[in-house]
């Protein structure tokens, strides 16, 4: 059976990096066209694709938050680590963990966390 | 990639059909997929490629179309399908979503 979880605070200062961390079961990010990515809902916009790593370490990131995220991988570990610098208040909104594997489309979510970002 | 779905909210009667579009700025292939939101929930795939079926979604979901223009049917509404629904193109990254069709019963 195939899970993520998400874990992070639930609450950012503006300024402050936020670092999220997905542990999965169920898969082995080792395997062959496996990829975890993290989406983002934030109130009043539609889902937006962060980040997502892939099983040969290729990262791919949002273009218009590319200079601010960072995404990396322990295999060992089964987790997937999301840093996003100098948040802001419309980095309001619950972030999915989600996993891809062979086709491009995510079959499997995490529950989400929100994130609230204020001062 | 820019996706826009309409209509933004949809009323149908349980029993009747209901009809999702979805516009791709730029040809997308067939590379586009649906998901179902309920309220409180994660999204779930229902459609892939245009017009496969995820494992275990009923088969009174479907899906038709190719390069800009895109449809999610349902052919027999149920209280249970009442939800957002949104397309995802996967052509090209960043993989770009639609702002979502929010389906109510009448």
């Known amino acids: 059976q195939v899970t993520l979880k998400e874990s992070g605070p639930a609450l950012v200062k503006p300024t402050q990096t936020l670092t999220l961390t997905c542990t999965f079961s169920g898969f082995s990010l080792s395997t062959s066209h496996m990829r975890v990515g993290w989406i983002r809902q934030s109130p009043g916009k539609p889902l937006e694709w962060l980040a997502r790593i892939d099983w040969d370490d290729w990262k791919f990131y949002s273009t218009s938050l590319r200079t601010r995220l960072t995404v990396s991988k322990d295999t060992s570990k089964n987790q997937v680590v999301l840093t996003m610098t100098n948040m802001e208040v419309v980095d309001t909104g619950t972030y999915y963990c989600?996993?891809?594997?062979?086709?491009?489309?995510?079959?499997?979510w995490g529950q989400g966390t929100p994130v609230t970002v204020s001062s | 990639i820019v996706m826009t779905q309409s209509p933004a909210t949809l009323s149908v009667s349980p029993g009747e059909r209901a009809t999702l579009s979805c516009r791709a700025s730029q040809s997308v292939t067939t590379n586009l997929a649906w998901y179902q939101q309920k309220p409180g929930q994660a999204p779930r795939l229902l459609i892939y490629?245009?017009?496969s079926r995820a494992t275990g979604i009923p088969a009174r979901f479907s899906g038709s179309g190719s390069g800009t223009e895109f449809t999610l049917t349902i052919s027999s509404l149920q209280s249970e399908d009442i939800a957002v629904y949104s397309c995802q193109q996967y052509d090209n990254w960043p993989f770009t979503f639609g702002r979502g069709t929010r389906l109510e019963i009448k």
């Open positions: 490629g245009a017009s």
């Open positions: 989600v996993r891809m594997w062979q086709r491009l489309v995510v079959d499997s």
